[in-house]
């Protein structure tokens, strides 16, 4: 069912949200189709587990007080379903982070957001530790784009 989210990988992580110990979720079914994907075993939108809502909360349960944000990498194509779990992150006190291909976010996510990376992988201008990449990490509620937090 399409409105369904599953992902292909659950991992903590702490270089995509610098400063955040981030429980981060690979999300199938993108449809971008970027020339260069390091990650096209995630493109079929049936593929991976199930993430419901009852196994998402357990896991943020199991994580209290070591976690401080949920990352999502991909998932704007189920945009209300997304919306949800989003929402359910912040109302355990966590800040959110969108990693999406597109260009501009959908705005219906910007309110249950703290960061959001923009933009699709072009291997030309590299990702964001690259000063010359396409993409932008934005803090949401100020608007900058915080590229300079992985350039070492
Ligand atoms: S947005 Fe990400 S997952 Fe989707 S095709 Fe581009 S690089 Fe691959």
Redesign the pocket.
């Known amino acids: 069912m399409w409105w369904l989210m599953r992902y292909s990988e659950e991992q903590i992580v702490w270089q995509e949200v610098p400063g955040e110990t981030s429980l981060a979720y690979t999300i199938t079914g ?1 449809d ?3 020339k260069g ?1 390091h ?1 096209t075993h ?1 493109w079929p939108l049936n593929s991976g587990e199930l993430l419901s809502v009852e196994y998402f909360k357990t896991r943020l349960n199991t994580y209290a007080g070591f976690i401080s944000c949920v990352l999502f990498l ?1 998932g704007e194509w189920h945009l209300d379903t997304l919306k949800t779990y989003l929402r359910i992150a912040r109302k355990q006190g966590l800040n959110t982070c969108l990693y999406t ?1 597109l260009e501009t976010p959908p705005p219906a996510l910007l309110p249950y957001l703290t960061y959001v990376k923009t933009g ?2 072009m291997s030309s201008r590299g990702g964001l530790a690259d000063r010359g990449t396409n993409q932008k990490f934005i803090h949401v509620k100020t608007g900058e784009v915080q590229n300079y937090k992985f350039w070492s």
């Open positions: 993108c971008i189709g970027c994907c990650s995630t991909g291909g699709p992988w």
